[in-house]
């Protein structure tokens, strides 16, 4: 997923006064009807008992709300926390839901007038998909062929590695461009996340590296010797494996019956793989509950299908039971309505109508434009009139299809001395010196790594990649790393800082203490930091950052596991001057705004070409998701909802044709029909304006008569 957005509290189902009252003796007073079914589904019945549930939570339906009172309801029917398994995407995610499902534990307490028995400390097994897989691979490592000390490659170490077998290979010298290592990358985890062939992914996603198919076949299994030689997992593996554990006829069956219950969040995110490990793992469904929305599946670019949660209730050998949750606690009805009729018009869904008791003010703006420079000045006058009117900056984001098109909105910010944060920066594991520091402690777990070794000991002034190739191999050769490592003659010039490392090695590769581990590392680390970079003291605050997260973990091997899978933002994943001011505006895409809401929202380049991209429009499938993309985007909005329609906007080619300005109509995903539902304008500038006014009569007498003239020569 990307870097998460940060905006007001996210509104679930609000708890009133009289719904608190209620809740003392009730603690599920506060749901509405079809929460509370969702909520009470097979209440009381054994876990064996209780059949598949598919709950299809609308936008801003209260579906986080939702799960937690299902996780409270098993706990209070005497499910064991230890035997339910929680998936969610993200750590925060679990870690939200155990929080309101002890809340809901605590009223149930007071409701009884105990003090103590009932409750929940911990959700266990609360997780990412990702997560959970690393954690289940360690404990069976032994059976499927594992040693326990794999480390896990994020996605930058998966392409260098990738980028080194391509090397000796001889790809890379090719006459003839094969693809980049992170394409490589990309096509392999498409196969193995989506579980077609080679041929198929290439042939739909990847035409124009199909001549290369019987190379790129070469080069993953040359990759997947590679991993398994130095004792690596990347991100793929750990849903991979997990599937072949839970598909296998013993295994699957045992991992199984740890598990009374499973629970998924935004299920229609998941991939074949994931799918493949709920049906391995629980093939007649009982106990499994999946929520979700098919309108906002739009991930199919990492792998991800609808098709998951719209065949979900056939999945399984026992037929799910389906409750649909319609109702809205985030947007007015009248940006619901525009909503509804945007997605109605979608080939296949789970019908639902949203709609909500909140008032609002007024219908969905749909402006017309006639350019980005336009745009960008109507979107910050409309921006900075809502902050007058008391909506802060940060309740209001513009959200666009592409990074690329707020350029012409960022120019007009800078000019209007508007603080803003743009979603979608450097990530917190893709900055070199946390990589550095991660290379250090992972070559100390998993001395068979050769990526991290190889940019460990290259941190050490006068050791180059010829160097470090010897230590590697020399490592490779022994029976004991560490014992290769002192054993090891560095070129003179640099033997007193070899002798440091060694001794920090020779630290690490003891009896783990942690985290007093990273500490060592910090220490040996900080004059090297100093030495390759002349912000360190800015990037310094990322590894104090690192530091201070490792004591949240119970192990190195924990810490680098989980690190690896749910990285944190970094303190300069946002430009530093907005991070001044009091208030910022949010740029977001809508990718990185889904699961997001905000007061006001505008939604730039409503166009053909842009929404849906004219990139995606290959087949039904691809114009499908770009539908609910913009359903995405609409039902971020609370208050005011802003669709910009510039006439005339630039493009940038990577033709020899240069870049170059078009025009295009509004997204066809907006009927004529549907415009009963907005409140359409059309605005210029005040330039403009006074330009036109401004023509003297001379000159529009001039046009008319040359008009006539050139009708009456041709008479």
């Known amino acids: 997923m990307s870097s998460s957005v940060t905006t007001a509290a996210t509104t679930d189902s609000p708890i009133s006064d009289a719904v608190a009252d209620a809740a003392a003796s009730d603690p599920f007073a506060g749901l509405n009807a079809q929460q509370r079914s969702a909520v009470e589904h097979d209440s009381g019945l ?112 998966s392409e260098d590695m990738l980028g080194l077998v391509r090397h000796e290979l001889g790809f890379s010298n090719s006459h003839k461009r094969f693809p980049m290592k992170g394409t490589c990358l990309a096509i392999y985890s498409r196969v193995v996340n989506s579980q077609d062939s080679l041929a198929a992914v290439l042939q739909s996603i990847f ?26 997992l990347d991100y793929d593996d750990l849903l991979l494996f997990w599937a072949e554990l839970a598909a296998d006829a013993e295994l699957g069956v045992e991992v199984g019956a740890r598990f009374d219950y499973i629970l998924v969040d935004e299920y229609q995110d998941t991939n074949r793989l994931q799918a493949a490990i709920l049906t391995g793992m629980k093939p007649d469904g009982r106990g499994v509950c999946v929520v979700g929305d098919d309108a906002q599946a739009i991930y199919s670019f990492r792998g991800a299908t609808v098709r998951n949660i719209l065949d979900f209730p056939q999945q399984f050998s026992q037929a799910a039971t389906v409750v649909t949750l319609d109702r809205n606690y985030r947007s007015t009805q009248a940006i619901l309505d525009a909503s509804n009729a945007v997605i109605s018009a979608a080939l296949e869904r789970y019908a639902k109508n949203l709609w ?30 809502h902050r007058e009117g008391g909506l802060a900056l940060k309740s209001q984001a513009v959200l666009f299809r592409a990074a690329s098109h707020s350029a ?22 893709e900055a070199s010196h946390v990589k550095d520091l991660l290379a250090i402690l992972r070559f100390a777990q998993n001395p068979s790594g050769r990526l991290a070794g190889f940019r460990s000991v290259q941190l ?14 020399s490592i490779s050769a022994a029976a004991d790393p560490l014992a290769a490592i002192e054993a090891f003659q560095a070129p003179s010039s640099v033997a007193a800082a070899w002798s440091d490392f060694v001794a920090l090695y020779r630290a690490l590769r003891a009896e783990p203490v942690w985290p007093a581990d990273i500490e060592l590392a910090r220490d040996w680390y900080q004059p090297q930091l100093e030495r390759l970079h002349e912000d360190a003291e800015v990037r310094a605050q990322d590894i104090t950052q690192l530091a201070q997260l490792a004591g949240a973990y119970g192990s190195r091997e924990r810490f680098l596991t989980e690190i690896t899978l749910d990285p944190p933002q970094a303190t300069s994943d946002r430009s530093g001057p907005p991070l001044r001011d009091e208030d910022y505006l949010i740029l977001s895409t809508i990718h990185s705004s889904k699961g997001q809401e905000w007061q ?28 609910r993309l913009l359903y995405v985007a609409m039902t971020r909005a609370r208050q005011h909802l802003h669709l910009v329609v510039p006439q005339r906007f630039y493009i940038k080619q990577q033709s020899a044709g240069g870049d170059r300005h078009v025009y295009a109509n509004r997204t066809r995903f907006i009927t004529n029909a549907m415009l009963t539902h907005f409140e359409q304008s059309v605005w210029s500038s005040a330039e403009q304006a006074e330009q036109r006014t401004a023509m ?8 008319r008569e040359r008009a006539r003239k050139a009708w009456s020569k041709v008479a």
Request: net charge positive; glycine share 10%.
């Open 460 to 473: 050490i002034a006068g050791i180059g990649p010829a160097t470090a190739a010897k230590i590697l191999d």
């Open 408 to 429: 012409a909105l960022e120019l007009e910010l800078v000019r209007r001395n508007i603080p803003y944060v743009k979603f979608g920066g450097l990530k917190f594991l």
């Open 600 to 627: 006001s929202v505008h939604l730039l380049n409503v166009v053909d070409g842009c929404i849906p991209s004219d990139l995606s429009t290959g087949s039904n499938g691809d114009i499908e998701e770009e539908r």
């Open 46 to 157: 054994a876990p064996q008992a209780v059949r598949p549930l598919l709950i299809i939570a609308g936008a801003g339906s209260g579906k986080t709300n939702t799960l937690a009172h299902r996780v409270a309801r098993l706990v209070i029917n005497g499910a064991d926390p230890q035997r339910i398994m929680l998936l969610s995407f993200s750590r925060r995610a679990a870690q939200e839901m155990e929080r309101r499902a002890g809340q809901v534990l605590s009223r149930v307490l007071k409701t009884q007038g105990r003090a103590g028995g009932l409750q929940i400390t911990s959700l266990p097994w609360a997780g990412t998909f990702h997560s959970i897989g690393a954690r289940l691979l360690r404990e069976y490592a032994g059976r499927i062929g594992l040693e326990p000390s794999f480390t896990i490659h994020d996605r930058g170490d």
């Open 356 to 385: 909500t008791d909140r008032s609002g003010a007024g219908k969905p703006q749909l402006v017309v434009i006639s350019d980005e420079a336009q745009q960008a000045q109507w979107v910050l006058n409309k921006v900075l009139e």
């Open 696 to 703: 003297p009569d001379s000159v529009r007498m001039l046009v």
């Open 207 to 232: 035409p124009w590296c199909a001549e290369w198919e019987q190379q790129l076949n070469a080069l993953f299994a040359a990759y997947v010797d590679a991993k398994q030689a130095q004792n690596v």
